[in-house]
């Protein structure tokens, strides 16, 4: 088995990925706050986390992968001030503060979640973990912390003590240390400005714990759910960058205070896609969502494509003009496939090459280069589709699905289709180009589209 090396933010550099089981990897994906429908740029940590997965299947290891739903106890930020999110979602859409409602609203975009996920070709975890299933996990963690002196009670909740770890900020390396700029905020209770809640508490509405009612702040219940479903210590965590200062260090700080383990041994951020140069956001109004994008006519694999050929470090600035590029280069590619009659064989040096991509910490846009190289190649069509196949194993982009939908569309053609196909190529034959390009507009305004090949026209459906 090839090696693979990847950015490890926990030691800030590559590193060769070696399992704690041998032959299977461990994996939680930071998932969604469900309430409200996600954007576009929170679907790049699915897609990046997808990919992660694809490339351990593509090395035959078995993936237990867990993303969390956090229905309960998640704020405005990464801090432990303002109103928590599923409250502001209930008194948006007139529901009663009950936690029943919560549920009804969390299940409600927990479903429209899954449709983006499906429309984007991505796997479905082992797990899907409500953060409000897991209350008695959370308890008997914060009781760990509190027996082990972790922990202190001031008015509003119950909370860790970043005094007491020395390692606190590993991750990364970049917790702030002026409270002016701290993400957590000022509380002038807390012991130190970098504290962060356990629990929140609340005697009108929440859970019955020892230490108070109220709810679970949201860095613990990550670490409950982690730890739940695949154990103390695990391969790899993955979240957005902004996750990396406050969230996943809490989670760090947390665990291993409690377990007296290593949490988590790979930490892998993918960054941001920003709309107009700034961060997609929906307090701000700056975002798109996946729905809007497919109602206007583009496919939801054609924004696959765009972030593969971004490296999942690196910023992307989306446009439409951007993804009317990569539809195209995807529609490209699906006509070039269909043209094999059926499937050749695998070509060793194309995998050889796409696969030292891959390995190199997910280096998408040169295992994408690859692939347009493969078709651009003196293959024969059969063995490029093979190839593309197995490529695709990994990328996702449903090439098998859409070169069976384009060979049965045109198996499909209208005779009126097919006459003036025929006419334009009698007319390219008496080289009458003004015809020819007049009947290809034609065509197009049908909604089909013609390439010329060496075996004659091809005439495919939009």
Same mark, same amino acid.
């Given at each position: 088995?090839? &090696? !693979?090396? /990847?950015?490890? %933010? @926990?030691? $800030? #550099?590559?590193?060769?990925?070696?399992?704690?089981?041998?032959?299977?990897?461990?994996?939680?994906?930071?998932?969604?706050?469900?309430?409200?429908?996600?954007?576009?740029?929170?679907?790049?940590?699915?897609?990046?986390?997808?990919?992660?997965?694809?490339?351990?299947?593509?090395?035959?290891?078995?993936?237990?992968?867990?993303?969390?739903?956090?229905?309960?106890?998640?704020?405005?930020?990464?801090?432990?001030?303002?109103?928590?999110?599923?409250?502001?979602?209930?008194?948006?859409?007139?529901?009663?503060?009950?936690?029943?409602?919560?549920?009804?609203?969390?299940?409600?975009?927990?479903?429209?979640?899954?449709?983006?996920?499906?429309?984007?070709?991505?796997?479905?975890?082992?797990?899907?973990?409500?953060?409000?299933?897991?209350?008695?996990? &959370? !308890?008997? /963690?914060?009781? %760990? @912390?509190? $027996? #082990?002196?972790?922990?202190?009670?001031?008015?509003?909740?119950?909370?860790?003590?970043?005094?007491?770890?020395?390692?606190?900020?590993?991750?990364?390396?970049?917790?702030?240390?002026?409270?002016?700029?701290?993400?957590?905020?000022?509380?002038?209770?807390?012991?130190?400005?970098?504290?962060?809640?356990?629990?929140?508490?609340?005697?009108?509405?929440?859970?019955?714990?020892?230490?108070?009612?109220?709810?679970?702040?949201?860095?613990?219940?990550?670490?409950?759910?982690?730890?739940?479903?695949?154990?103390?210590?695990?391969?790899?965590?993955?979240?957005?960058?902004?996750?990396?200062?406050?969230?996943?260090?809490?989670?760090?700080?947390?665990?291993?205070?409690?377990?007296?383990?290593?949490?988590?041994?790979?930490?892998?951020?993918?960054?941001?896609?920003?709309?107009?140069?700034?961060?997609?956001? $929906?307090?701000?109004?700056?975002?798109?969502?996946?729905?809007?994008?497919?109602?206007?006519?583009?496919?939801?694999?054609?924004?696959?494509?765009?972030?593969?050929?971004?490296?999942?470090?690196?910023?992307?600035?989306?446009?439409?003009?951007?993804?009317?590029?990569?539809?195209?280069?995807?529609?490209?590619?699906?006509?070039?496939?269909?043209?094999?009659?059926?499937?050749?064989?695998?070509?060793?040096?194309?995998?050889?090459?796409?696969?030292?991509?891959?390995?190199?910490?997910?280096?998408?846009?040169?295992?994408?280069?690859?692939?347009?190289?493969?078709?651009?190649?003196?293959?024969?069509?059969?063995?490029?589709?093979?190839?593309?196949?197995?490529?695709?194993?990994?990328?996702?982009?449903?090439?098998?699905?859409?070169?069976?939908?384009?060979?049965?569309?045109?198996?499909?053609?209208?005779?009126?289709?097919?006459?003036?196909?025929?006419?334009?190529?009698?007319?390219?034959?008496?080289?009458?180009?003004?015809?020819?390009?007049?009947?290809?507009?034609?065509?197009?305004?049908?909604?089909?589209?013609?390439?010329?090949?060496?075996?004659?026209?091809?005439?495919?459906?939009?």
């Amino acid at each position: 088995m090839a &090696d !693979i090396f /990847l950015f490890n %933010t @926990l030691t $800030k #550099k590559k590193e060769k990925f070696s399992p704690i089981k041998e032959g299977s990897v461990s994996m939680y994906n930071c998932g969604p706050t469900v309430y409200d429908y996600v954007h576009i740029g929170n679907l790049r940590s699915y897609i990046f986390a997808d990919t992660l997965r694809r490339l351990f299947e593509w090395h035959n290891y078995k993936v237990h992968q867990v993303i969390n739903v956090t229905d309960i106890g998640h704020l405005v930020g990464d801090g432990d001030d303002g109103d928590d999110k599923m409250t502001k979602a209930l008194k948006r859409e007139g529901k009663p503060m009950t936690l029943d409602s919560m549920r009804e609203i969390a299940n409600f975009y927990f479903e429209k979640y899954k449709e983006d996920l499906k429309y984007l070709n991505i796997k479905t975890p082992e797990e899907f973990p409500f953060a409000s299933d897991h209350i008695k996990e &959370d !308890i008997e /963690l914060i009781e %760990t @912390l509190i $027996k #082990k002196g972790f922990t202190y009670k001031i008015s509003d909740g119950l909370y860790f003590d970043t005094s007491k770890d020395s390692h606190y900020g590993k991750l990364g390396g970049i917790v702030e240390k002026d409270e002016t700029q701290s993400r957590i905020g000022v509380n002038n209770e807390k012991k130190n400005f970098k504290d962060f809640a356990l629990w929140k508490f609340n005697p009108d509405l929440g859970y019955d714990a020892s230490f108070g009612k109220g709810f679970p702040g949201w860095h613990i219940e990550c670490s409950a759910m982690g730890m739940k479903y695949l154990g103390e210590t695990f391969d790899m965590h993955t979240g957005g960058i902004d996750h990396i200062p406050v969230h996943h260090n809490n989670e760090i700080a947390q665990s291993e205070n409690a377990t007296g383990k290593s949490f988590v041994n790979f930490w892998m951020h993918n960054s941001f896609v920003t709309l107009n140069e700034n961060k997609m956001a $929906k307090s701000t109004g700056n975002f798109t969502r996946l729905i809007d994008l497919i109602k206007d006519g583009y496919s939801p694999i054609a924004y696959r494509l765009l972030l593969l050929q971004c490296h999942y470090k690196t910023t992307l600035n989306f446009s439409l003009e951007a993804l009317s590029g990569a539809q195209e280069a995807l529609y490209g590619i699906y006509r070039t496939l269909s043209l094999a009659e059926k499937e050749g064989k695998v070509n060793s040096e194309f995998i050889i090459k796409f696969e030292s991509n891959i390995n190199d910490d997910l280096n998408t846009p040169k295992a994408i280069a690859v692939l347009f190289e493969l078709l651009k190649s003196d293959l024969n069509a059969e063995d490029k589709l093979a190839t593309a196949l197995k490529f695709d194993k990994f990328l996702g982009l449903e090439i098998k699905e859409a070169v069976a939908l384009i060979k049965k569309e045109n198996s499909e053609i209208p005779e009126n289709i097919k006459n003036l196909v025929s006419e334009r190529e009698e007319a390219r034959k008496n080289k009458d180009f003004t015809k020819a390009d007049t009947l290809r507009k034609e065509l197009d305004n049908l909604d089909y589209l013609i390439e010329d090949s060496e075996t004659g026209p091809k005439i495919y459906k939009k």
